[in-house]
Each structure stands twice: as structure tokens, then as C-alpha cells.
């Protein structure tokens, strides 16, 4: 909540001087839906009086809608959420006696009009100011933002006692606005494109998407198709919520994605044969973006302008050119995109936000997936070091019951990147393997690769550092041509039951299951049509990825189930 601050808002009479009136910075509405946000600011009015202003005379503080007589009768309906709060004051330059705060009008959800009387002392004399200070308006989040207008009426008393409304005016105190914690840029690329949004809590979230402000109902998901090639939607919303991007068609290609934008990120993955292969940073920004970027020796930077661009990669084939960092001084929100040039696959991929004044990368990674069918499906891992030091790796491979059946040690290079497939490249004799721990004396960053040895399907998903306790998995579709399967790994040494909830679109619970995973273990779901959004919550945190294929293409995408950014703990 707001404390203390003032805003001098000049208030016009018929007799008056000019005055400084500035306003107080926006409230943000960051909290839960039932909690109740206030702002709280002063007000001067400045004049010169010819008529001496006796005990008697009134200023009375309006909520929009209702109005005010002579009488002071009370009409018509407050149009706004937000209520006076019983607090506030009115002092003057000439020492007059003020009354305490009085009630006007009420109703069941605060005050809607308040009153303060001047008690003692005409004021006749040139120069009278009088402040109106610590007013308070409050309103529930669940509410929503808008803008905050009070209506200031003066009733001046007359020598004959008789009460005179001298003026009125509606002045903008302030502006409550959405939380910009949760604000940012989404990248709709092309035709084809959808945006789905999930809200993972149990209350309605107001969302604004560019100009349209919407309440998006508890559980429920929607989707947003581009109007246009490059269309960036700027994005804000007063509670967290989960998000993917999904391509459904000759490509299918699905990420998470992160509502809130970043400067710096590191793309662990660069596919390098260039003869077939092509990479692109895909990214949104509400204005230009000025972007840097380092791969391997090679580094660059070019100005784009607000919207969604595409910016193009051709590594040479190299491992110190297999992995990419960007930087962009005002921030933006992007993937990255690597496809095959005959068409035979498309993976969007989410990268690494990093701090560049800290490590670039995690010191433990997980393959939460190695498929099992080794015959019609292979699985792949791409490993980035960006630091300055040689890396030494464990990695650790665990059975779908959670036994340690295999180990293997990795030298990584500094600034480079080590590409194979498993069972190939990496544990050729291993083939109990479901999922991979990995531990560094160096900070790495991975992504892992699946695919088809015979249709289009290619699916690129980042590495996880570690588990939740709460996940979303943004989009699911099954129906008949396109299946969805989850995978859902316990890296604790000790059981854990993760509760799995499917979602209709509208909201509603198609069905749970509790899932009761050993230490190690890993457990696979192939999902039941007709769903469009589930969640998993647990006491101990876990890996959740997500996949989405076409059973007579052999198309897949697949992406990593993220929990929503963290609720900021209430003022």
C-alpha cells in the first residue's frame, strides 16, 4: 500500500490563486483477490476571499455517481469499487477548528461520501489555503484497476446562515493499474501461431491483453490467434498466470513461455549443420529493441523495431558455436526456433534467463525423458558451457522405478557445447535408462531433444535445475489425431504423491489423480480427450514435461511444465 505521499491538487473557486498540483505514481494491485489495496493522498485548495467563510461552511468529498444538495441529501449510485476509508483531516492557513471526519453516505461496501465542518474562526483574510490531507480510498483487487476520480464540493456559509455551493469540480486523484510484476510481451510469429493463457488460481484474474482488459475465470484457458504476421501482444494481469505458445499444422511445435520480459538470455542449443538446419531467436517487444549477441568468438548487434521479429543464426560447425547469448538493454520475450530444411520438423525451445553479473547456468540438470523405443524414437541432449572454466560432469542415469542403472563422466570445455544421442553418443550400453541427473563443478545450461527416426517429429524442451511443488501445463489436446502424454519425475530420495488435475477450457475439473512416485522414479501418462489444460501440486518438488503429437505424421513438440511467477506476499 501507498503511506504518507501527497498529492496538491488545485481545486478552482471563483476567487482563487494558481497553485503546483502533481499526482501520486499508480498503485499496482499485486496480492490476493479478496485483499483489500487503499491509496491515500492531501489536496490544497488555495483563494482569495472577499467574503468572510464563517463556522458552519462545509467540504464535502463525492464518490462519482452520487451528488450532493444544499440540504446535503444524498442521490443516485456510486459507478466506481473503491470507498472512502474513515480517515482524513482539514486544517487551514488561518488556524480554524475542523471537525472530525463525518459520514455523509454509506453503504455496505465502505464509505461513498464524507463531510469536515469548519467549527471555530471566520476566515476573511487574502491568501486562505486549506488542505484536505491523508484521504484514503480503498478497494478488493478481485475489483480490478481504474482510474480513481473523487468529486470535491465547497458549501460556504453566508452571513444570513444560509448554506451556498460555491463550486465543484471532479478531479483525478490517482490511478490504481495492474501489477506490473506480471507485465510483458508475447510473440505471435505467423498464421497457425496460438497463445493459450491459464489461470491456475482458485479466483478470477483481470488480464489486459494490448487494449482489452478481461476477467479470466479460475482455472479456465484461452487462446489468442494473430490478427497479423509479427504481432506483439503487450500483456499484463494482477496474478501470475501460466502460458505456452502451440503451432498446429504442416509444424507442430509447442513452448512455455514466461509472461514477463528479460535482458539477457543464453540458448544452450544451436542446431550447426547449416546445409539442413536453420536457427532462429524469435522475440516481442513492446518497444524497439536494441539486441547484442556472443556466439562462440562471434559477436553482433542490430536495432529492431517494437513488434515481433525473427533474427536468424548460422553457427559455423563448431562446438564453441553451438550455444548463443543475447542481451537487450530494455527487455523483451522470446524462444528460440531450430528447423529442418525439407520440412521434416520444427522445435521451439524456451532459453535461459540469466543475470549476466552471475553464473550462466545451473551446477545440476535434469533429462527428465529418454524414451524407451529406441526404434522408432531417439532422444538427444545438447550441453552449453558459458563460463571461462572447463566443466567436469556426472551424469547419472535412473530406471523408470528409480534405480541408478548407470553412470557416465564429461569433460565440457569452456565455451562450448557437446551434442549426442543417448545410446548413441552417450550410455551406447544402457538401455534401461528413463531419465538423466546431471552434476557440474560449472555452471551449464542443456536442452533436451526427442524426435521420430521416421515422420516430421522433433521436440526441443530445456533442461530443468530443479522441481516444483506447483506446475501448469499450459496447453493439452487430445482428439483422436493429436494425443498429449505428461512425464512427471521424482528427484527426491524420498516417495512423494503429486495430485494431477485436467482442466476443460472453461475451467472445469475433468479429473484428478494422485500419483505416488518412489524416490528416482518416473512415471508417463497418455492423456484422455476432450482436455485443454492440467496442473500438478505436491510437498516435494518434482519435474513435469508435457508432449503433444500427431499419430499419423509422427509430428511432436513437447515443453517443460512451469510453475507461475511467485505471488508477492501481501503490503
Not at 480503498?138 to 473523487?150: F, H, K, L, R, S
Not at 530443479?466 to 496447453?475: K, N
Amino acid at each position: 500500500m501507498l503511506h504518507g505521499l501527497k498529492s496538491y491538487l488545485l481545486i478552482v473557486f471563483p476567487l482563487c490563486l494558481l497553485g503546483l498540483s502533481t499526482k501520486l505514481a499508480a498503485q499496482e494491485l499485486c496480492g490476493s483477490q479478496n485483499q483489500t489495496i487503499c491509496l491515500e493522498g492531501s489536496s490544497r485548495v488555495s483563494f482569495v476571499n472577499n467574503t468572510a467563510i464563517t463556522p458552519g461552511s462545509r467540504i464535502v468529498l463525492v464518490l462519482p455517481g452520487l451528488d450532493i444538495n444544499n440540504r446535503y441529501e444524498v442521490s443516485g449510485n456510486v459507478t466506481v469499487p473503491y470507498r472512502f476509508a474513515d480517515q482524513g483531516s482539514v486544517t487551514d492557513s488561518q488556524n480554524g477548528v475542523w471537525s472530525d471526519l463525518e459520514v455523509i453516505a454509506a453503504d455496505n461496501r465502505g464509505l461513498s461520501a464524507i463531510a469536515f465542518t469548519l467549527e471555530q474562526n471566520a476566515l476573511d483574510e487574502a491568501g486562505l489555503t486549506i488542505d484536505i490531507n491523508s484521504i484514503r480510498l480503498c478497494q478488493t483487487i478481485a475489483d480490478g484497476p481504474g482510474e480513481v476520480n473523487i468529486t470535491v464540493l465547497f458549501f460556504q456559509n453566508t452571513n444570513k446562515g444560509k448554506r451556498t455551493k460555491v463550486t465543484r469540480k471532479n478531479q483525478a486523484l490517482t490511478a490504481f493499474r495492474e501489477c506490473s510484476q506480471y507485465a510483458g510481451d508475447l510473440p505471435l510469429l505467423e498464421d497457425g501461431d496460438a497463445l493459450y493463457l491459464v489461470n491456475p488460481h482458485d479466483e478470477r484474474v483481470w488480464v489486459t491483453l494490448d487494449d482489452t482488459r478481461f476477467a479470466l475465470a479460475a482455472h479456465a484457458q484461452m487462446s489468442v490467434a494473430p490478427q497479423f504476421g509479427g504481432q506483439a501482444l503487450g500483456f499484463s494481469c494482477n496474478r501470475p498466470l501460466t502460458a505456452a505458445l502451440l503451432r498446429d499444422g504442416t509444424d507442430l511445435a509447442a513452448t512455455a513461455l514466461t509472461t514477463t520480459n528479460a535482458k539477457d538470455w543464453l540458448v544452450p542449443h544451436l542446431a550447426r549443420d547449416n546445409a539442413n538446419w536453420d536457427n532462429q531467436w524469435i522475440f516481442a517487444g513492446g518497444s524497439a529493441v536494441s539486441l547484442s549477441w556472443a556466439q562462440g568468438e562471434n559477436n553482433g548487434g542490430a536495432q529492431f523495431p517494437a513488434g515481433t521479429s525473427a533474427l536468424a543464426f548460422a553457427p559455423d560447425p563448431t562446438e564453441s558455436a553451438g550455444w548463443l547469448r543475447l542481451h537487450d538493454n530494455q527487455g523483451h520475450n522470446g524462444y528460440f526456433q531450430f528447423s529442418a530444411r525439407n520440412g521434416l520438423g520444427k522445435a521451439w525451445v524456451g532459453a535461459e534467463r540469466i543475470d549476466p553479473s552471475g553464473d550462466k547456468g545451473h551446477r545440476l540438470l535434469m533429462l527428465p525423458h529418454i524414451t524407451q523405443d529406441h526404434v522408432n524414437f531417439w532422444t538427444g541432449i545438447s550441453l552449453a558451457n558459458a563460463e571461462r572454466d572447463d566443466a567436469n560432469l556426472v551424469m547419472r542415469g535412473y530406471s523408470q522405478e528409480g534405480d541408478l542403472v548407470a553412470e557416465e563422466n564429461l569433460d565440457l570445455p569452456a565455451y562450448s557445447n557437446r551434442l549426442g544421442v543417448i545410446g548413441e553418443q552417450f550410455f551406447v550400453d544402457s538401455a534401461e535408462i528413463a531419465w538423466l541427473e546431471i552434476s557440474s563443478d560449472t555452471p551449464i545450461a542443456g536442452t533436451a531433444l526427442l524426435g521420430s527416426r521416421w515422420g516430421l517429429g522433433v521436440a526441443g524442451i530445456l533442461l530443468p535445475h530443479q522441481g516444483q511443488i506447483q506446475a501448469g501445463f499450459p496447453i493439452l489436446r487430445s482428439d483422436g489425431e493429436t494425443w498429449s502424454g505428461v512425464v512427471i519425475v521424482n528427484p527426491n530420495d524420498e516417495t512423494v504423491d503429486v495430485q494431477f488435475d485436467r482442466y476443460l477450457a472453461d475451467g472445469t475439473l475433468q479429473g484428478r489423480e494422485t500419483l505416488t512416485l518412489a524416490a528416482k522414479a518416473k512415471v508417463t501418462r497418455l492423456l484422455p480427450t476432450g482436455l485443454a489444460h492440467g496442473a500438478l501440486q505436491c510437498d516435494l518438488p518434482v519435474i513435469g514435461y508435457a508432449f503433444i503429437g500427431r499419430t499419423e505424421d509422427g509430428a511432436l513438440s513437447g515443453y517443460l511444465a512451469e510453475p507461475p511467477p511467485p505471488t508477492p506476499e501481501k503490503p
